[in-house]
């Protein structure tokens, strides 16, 4: 299982970085705060705290994992250390795997450990109703930051061209985080000639829904009261937008980019 | 069992040719030079066996493994140190070695290899402040990693001194004795020279020759030099003697003294063609040509 060893390598290689600690420090203040003012800020309730702790996760998370992926392979590339992983007997897919693993586990250990802490201390001050569902918080979380670095990786491994890789970061956070929803609207309204009588046909709630923070919202759903969710639930909506499909959309949303990746990468010389 | 074979591999980028049907096999514990001047296409032509690069043309196997569909097989066996690499900036050197000791699931232990190469001392340094002959050891520390059957090595001496340079030549030494085949690259022919069993020599993409030093010895001037000393000499009677058949290169030194290389054959012929052309021969010595005369005569050849 070489993509271990790069894993390993990757992660001991940030760990020794500046920016996992950067992170560490920057995420415990970030949710720990948070834990404290929701005091104030929220309705005092754990709910009420999850619901403002998921708004931050949505806020930070996505260009968080932007960041730490969309160099990682193009540099290695560029600077040629990628050729001493490929001379060891692994191949350029594991080496991939290995990457975006690597680049997963340091955006979560710390913002899981930030949230798990924020979360302790949330439970002791509001009181523990609804806290028996904040680890699938932290599980949705942890897929929604695993998609977003899977997302950077494969672009860092698809594209050489150094000014590309930058407008393809900046490009893909802004259709992912921004403007996947105003978009799904106008080809929908598009397509019914802007007749707004027509409503939503199924196909268009589908692609709303595959946008991974809708997705992640769904998810989300299923143990929380997260309003951005709600027009996924209750009677008449289609069974494909369930929870098990907003698991699905993740999974895809970390495994489609990343075969597309190595493809890219296995595709011609170094 | 063979440990490189190469067929006809062709490498094209555009309308240049870097590689052009290299054909060639190194056996099992044999130590290979391969020689070339820069830009000959060494490099690409080990970038294919690694699989860096992909021929346009032909097929390259490592014990059998075809290095393209099977790369990751083909390199199981394999140490490599690549042309254009970087270390990994934030890890130690011993954290390098474990990365390949675990990739390979060898069971070597860091700090052997680490002294093994030299720099035991800088092991908990992080590699990106080693000096360049500091970065060489490493790699060739980590190619050393798992008791590899073949050692594939670009450029191996490149940032080492004299004596740098020495200590890895008897590391490749102790290597072969262990029974592993060595491929390395190098511009530099007393390197090649001092350890290698065969040489194959690559100019503008073209493998040129592949023999033995004496080999190659043999077959250029038998192993021999002229040196002639006439009363007069000019630059038309240089250029009608390199002119003759059998004769690889003919340059005038200070003056009066003629140096040929060239085979057995045509020293006779290039005698008489100084005798016709007016020369009166003074003395006449011969020398064994140095390997750096060889492949001179080999590359120049190559352009002709």
Redesign the interface.
């Known amino acids: 299982m070489s993509w271990r060893d790069i894993a390993r390598k990757d992660v001991h290689d940030a760990s020794r970085s500046r920016t996992l600690w950067l992170l560490l420090g920057l995420l415990s203040v970030l949710f720990g705060g948070y834990a404290v003012a929701s005091a104030s800020a929220g309705d005092g309730t754990f709910a009420g705290f999850v619901t403002g702790s998921v708004g931050l996760v949505d806020g930070f998370l996505p260009i968080l994992g932007i960041l730490l992926g969309y160099r990682s392979i193009s540099d290695d590339r560029t600077d040629g250390s990628l050729l001493l992983s490929l001379s060891l007997p692994q191949s350029r897919r594991e080496v991939l795997v290995g990457t975006a693993v690597g680049r997963t586990v340091t955006l979560l250990v710390p913002t899981l450990f930030g949230l798990s802490v924020a979360g302790l201390y949330a439970a002791l001050r509001y009181g523990t109703t609804g806290a028996i569902a904040y680890p699938w918080f932290l599980f949705a979380t942890a897929l929604y930051g695993a998609s977003f670095v899977a997302v950077a990786v494969a672009l860092s491994a698809s594209v050489t061209a150094d000014r590309r890789i930058t407008y393809g970061a900046v490009g893909g956070y802004l259709l992912l985080v921004g403007l996947w929803r105003p978009l799904s609207s106008f080809a929908v309204a598009f397509l019914h000639r802007f007749d707004t009588s027509l409503g939503t046909p199924d196909w268009a709630l589908f692609l709303q829904f595959a946008e991974p923070g809708e997705a992640y919202a769904r998810l989300l759903h299923a143990g929380f009261d997260i309003e951005r969710a709600n027009r996924y639930v209750g009677d008449g909506v289609p069974a494909f937008v369930d929870w098990w499909a907003a698991l699905v959309i993740l999974v895809g949303w970390i495994t489609i980019p990343l075969l597309i990746g190595s493809r890219q990468l296995e595709r011609g010389d170094l | 069992m063979t440990a490189i074979t190469a067929d006809g591999v062709s490498k094209r980028y555009g309308t240049v040719t870097a590689l052009d049907h290299v054909s060639l096999s190194v056996e099992e514990g044999e130590i290979f030079g391969f020689l070339g001047p820069n830009g000959a296409g060494k490099s690409t032509f080990i970038?294919v066996l690694?699989?860096?690069?992909?021929p346009t043309d032909g097929s390259a196997e490592l014990f059998g493994h075809d290095c393209q569909t099977e790369?990751?097989?083909a390199?199981?066996r394999?140490g490599?140190?690549?042309d254009?690499?970087?270390?990994?900036?934030?890890?130690t050197g011993r954290?390098?070695l474990e990365?390949?000791v675990?990739?390979?699931a060898a069971d070597d232990d860091p700090a052997e290899i680490l002294d093994r190469v030299g720099i035991s001392e800088a092991a908990d340094r992080?590699a990106s402040d080693y000096s360049k002959g500091m970065k060489q050891r490493l790699?060739l520390g980590?190619?050393l990693v798992g008791d590899p059957d073949l050692l594939l090595l670009d450029e191996p001496t490149t940032g080492l001194d004299p004596n740098g340079a020495a200590e890895i030549r008897s590391i490749l030494r102790e290597e072969r004795d262990r029974g592993a085949a060595i491929f390395f690259s190098s511009h530099i022919l007393e390197q090649v020279e001092a350890i290698c069993d065969r040489v194959g020599i690559l100019q503008n993409g073209e493998l040129v020759a592949v023999d033995t030093i004496d080999g190659l010895r043999q077959s250029i001037g038998g192993g021999t030099k002229l040196l002639i000393d006439v009363d007069e000499l000019d630059d038309a009677t240089t250029e009608a003697v390199r002119s003759v058949d059998g004769v690889e290169t003919a340059t005038a030194s200070d003056g009066t003294t003629l140096e040929v290389t060239c085979t057995n054959d045509a020293k006779m012929d290039v005698v008489v063609e100084l005798q016709r052309r007016g020369a009166d021969v003074m003395n006449f010595r011969t020398e064994e040509a140095s390997l750096e005369e060889m492949f001179a005569a080999y590359t120049r050849g190559g352009r002709a």
């Not at chain 2, 690694?50 to 992909?54: E, I, K």
């Open positions: 970038n690694l699989d860096f690069a992909r790369g990751v097989a390199r199981e394999v490599v140190l690549p254009g690499y970087s270390v990994f900036d934030r890890l954290q390098h990365y390949a675990r990739s390979k992080p790699i980590m190619s």
